[in-house]
């Protein structure tokens, strides 16, 4: 079993920052791949960005040059690095674990930006 916790959501204006954080805990050495979803209220949760265990990152096109996701694998931590952000970046922020057999999710930690 893996744990996902994540943590960085806020409010902040337009044009701002903010870092998200997801730590793993439990049978981490399971996970293939991490990533960022988000879902905004009445929308579809939409993938945001994915790291595999190679390095290999994606990014959906609204986010490209915007938004970073990186690991620490010595902390288990995969972090997502939100800059110049808009008010439709305004969503729920879940941290996703992949691994060969299922999925794990994290709670989900909101994100408003007002214009």
């Known amino acids: 079993q893996v744990q996902l916790v994540e943590s960085g959501g806020g409010l902040v204006q337009a044009g701002g920052s903010l870092r998200l954080t997801c730590v793993a805990s439990?049978?981490?050495?399971?996970?293939?791949?991490m990533g960022w979803y988000r879902q905004a209220p009445g929308k579809l949760r939409e993938l945001v960005a994915t790291?595999?265990?190679?390095?290999?990152?994606n990014y959906v096109d609204s986010v490209k040059g915007r938004f970073t996701i990186f690991r620490d694998n010595a902390k288990n931590t995969v972090y997502l690095q939100m800059n110049s952000l808009k008010p439709e970046d305004t969503a729920v922020y879940y941290c996703?674990?992949?691994?060969?057999?299922?999925?794990?999710w994290g709670q989900g930690t909101q994100v408003t930006v007002s214009s």
């Open positions: 790291t595999s265990n190679g390095g290999s990152t």
């Open positions: 996703k674990g992949l691994s060969s057999s299922r999925e794990y």
């Open positions: 439990g049978t981490t050495r399971s996970i293939n791949a």
